[in-house]
């Protein structure tokens, strides 16, 4: 065959015509459709590479008293952050800014690793950086291609550590909580609460966060930062309006003895607000900001002063005599007593029962007393007879059911339950069937034994004694807890009435007489906690007016010896809340304690059940 044949030549050069121009044609098809039909998607892809995404973070909302005065709120910070292209080129220009923000070298590894795992977007270098070093870094911008500088709410706590244990504190959020999900549209480096309303109300605080974006190369530098693409403005989280009393709350911090430890609730009993948290020592919040310095986290935790201790909520201890109320309440309520009826044996310094011999705190004794007098000279004799009539097993049930083994439900997080045996049964796991004898029931009758309260779970209780209708809402200081039951106290006005004026004759002419106030109706219930870990703790639980109460405040001192001392302390403070004036205007004096602290942690164990002696006035 003559391949140079015309004929051939013409149809081989017809096929290779016709291979060229179906070549043309697909490319112009490929051109059409990557310059036409996805030039969007393209110009998108182009603009995610040109663009980096930085976000805002949102102020968080503020959290104000009763009154609308500022608890926490935020003021201008600064977070220093970086581009880059490679985790080669971020280690350089961290060793670039290292000596402008004094960088730890040991932080590069937690940085590096940030870096690895979001390599598109900013990495935080450093939270809560000065305001001279963010103007050195500006200076020297050109130096540092990729710096970003964010602009970030910081929280401050206007009253330092006055109401720490009620607010909480804030902190970055962690790479486990980001990577279970559990806080709903966080980020690196938001900020959520870690204790008090700060983490019960967090999402409402928290706010949304907004974005802006920074132009960068191919390099990863960033080219410009400011008006390349419309970004979206953050949210600030709610302000969370709290019952606080914060001009209350100091007035406690000053009346309450410096050095000493304990806890002081105050309490509306027609509401369930709590004006007052108050818990000493305390911490300040402020130090976590920013991050808290490790030495002092460690000095907090390891404190035999336990500072972090909420001991309003978190802190259970013996209840002493103020537990009275709740086994007269009981008994009234089963009609197993009278006001003013008596016990078959008078006190006369102790009552033997069968080989144990219980004391009264009186050596001398109190005589043949009613249940009057009982309660304005707490009478241990007396009560010893009165929890024997009921017997061990009513007083379990319905202590049970007044909610004195229970956890109140405050909406703060970490509440303790306080305990008391729910049953017999108890009894038998713990000692063994033989292992125990009613003579418990002494011991629990006067708040001794296995009987441990929170400061809160007293101040319940007494609010339901002065309550108009014996029912309050659960304590709180935003919300009104869901889902929690609302206690009642089931004795009829007239007897609550009865044990009201018992309470008010502690003050005008008992135990706490020393700390009443000239023409205010205080009504209130000393007691002395023993404590194996050192001198007494002093318990005063009070409400006022007596004729129609509108304050409850329960107080506690650790190693105050005796709750005869803790009352004028109490009565100031209800004295400056329903007067405005302080007690001490009437002579009232102010707290006596030892002047020397005694040893010991937070007592939060009930005490030994067969230990007689007991000093619970």
């Not at 902190?171 to 279970?180: G, R």
């Not at 960033?222 to 949210?235: H, K, M, N, S, Y």
């Not at 809160?456 to 209708?469: C, G, K, P, Q």
């Not at 000393?526 to 107080?555: I, K, L, R, S, Y």
């Amino acid at each position: 065959m003559n391949w140079f044949h015309p004929h051939l030549v013409a149809r081989r050069a017809g096929v290779a015509r016709l291979v060229i121009w179906a070549g043309l044609g697909l490319v112009l098809v490929a051109f059409f459709r990557a310059q036409v039909l996805s030039a969007g998607r393209y110009q998108l892809a182009s603009e995610q590479n040109r663009l980096r995404a930085v976000p805002i973070p949102a102020p968080r909302g503020l959290i104000v008293d009763r009154n609308g005065e500022v608890l926490a709120e935020n003021e201008p910070g600064y977070a220093v952050a970086l581009i880059a292209a490679t985790e080669d080129s971020l280690v350089a220009l961290l060793t670039r800014i290292q000596p402008m923000l004094g960088l730890d070298p040991a932080s590069f590894p937690d940085i590096r690793a940030r870096y690895r795992r979001r390599p598109s977007e900013p990495v935080v270098v450093q939270h809560d950086v000065p305001f001279e070093a963010v103007s050195a870094l500006e200076e020297r911008r050109v130096l540092v291609p990729g710096l970003v500088i964010q602009t970030t709410p910081k929280r401050r706590y206007s009253f330092g550590s006055l109401a720490a244990h009620a607010l909480g504190y804030v902190s970055e959020i962690t790479e486990e909580e980001l990577a279970s999900g559990t806080v709903a549209g966080a980020r690196p480096g938001t900020l959520v609460g870690r204790d008090g309303i700060e983490r019960t109300y967090d999402d409402r605080l928290r706010g949304r966060d907004g974005v802006r974006f920074v132009e960068v190369d191919a390099l990863g530098r960033t080219v410009r930062d400011q008006d390349v693409a419309p970004g979206l403005p953050p949210a600030p989280g709610a302000t969370i309006r709290t019952s606080i009393d914060i001009a209350l709350q100091r007035f406690v911090a000053e009346t309450f003895p410096a050095g000493r430890r304990g806890a002081v609730v105050v309490l509306d009993p027609r509401t369930g607000e709590l004006l007052t948290l108050f818990s000493a020592p305390a911490y300040d919040p402020n130090a976590f900001i920013g991050g808290i310095d490790p030495d002092v986290w460690q000095e907090l935790r390891r404190s035999t002063e336990h500072p972090l201790i909420n001991r309003t909520i978190q802190a259970a201890y013996p209840p002493a005599s103020p537990w009275k109320l709740v086994v007269a309440a009981i008994a009234l309520e089963r009609g197993a007593v009278r006001l003013h009826d008596h016990m078959p044996s008078p006190c006369r310094g102790g009552l033997q029962y069968y080989s144990r011999y219980f004391r009264c705190w009186s050596v001398e004794g109190h005589g043949d007393v009613d249940l009057f007098d009982a309660i304005r000279f707490s009478c241990d004799v007396y009560f010893y007879q009165l929890g024997l009539r009921l017997g061990l097993e009513t007083l379990l049930q319905e202590a049970g059911a007044l909610g004195m083994h229970q956890a109140v439900g405050i909406d703060l997080p970490n509440e303790r339950t306080s305990f008391f045996p729910p049953s017999t049964e108890y009894y038998n796991r713990r000692y063994g069937p033989r292992g125990w004898t009613p003579a418990v029931t002494l011991n629990l009758a006067i708040g001794q034994g296995e009987n441990v309260q929170t400061p809160l779970n007293m101040a319940y209780f007494y609010a339901l004694l002065a309550s108009s209708t014996g029912r309050v809402p659960p304590p709180h200081l935003v919300d009104v807890p869901s889902g929690v039951p609302v206690r009642e106290l089931r004795l009829t006005e007239a007897l609550r009435a009865d044990l009201r004026m018992a309470l008010l004759a502690v003050v005008e002419s008992g135990t706490a007489v020393a700390s009443r106030v000239a023409d205010l109706h205080i009504a209130g219930k000393t007691g002395t906690a023993q404590n194996p870990q050192g001198a007494d703790h002093g318990w005063f639980v009070a409400f006022a007016p007596a004729e129609a109460p509108e304050v409850v405040v329960a107080a506690i001192v650790e190693f105050a010896e005796h709750g005869s001392s803790v009352a004028p302390m109490v009565t100031r403070i209800i004295a400056r809340h329903l007067r405005g004036v302080e007690a001490s205007d009437w002579g009232v004096p102010r707290l006596l304690v030892p002047d020397d602290s005694a040893p010991g942690s937070v007592p939060i164990i009930p005490g030994n059940p067969t230990g007689a002696g007991t000093r619970t006035r």
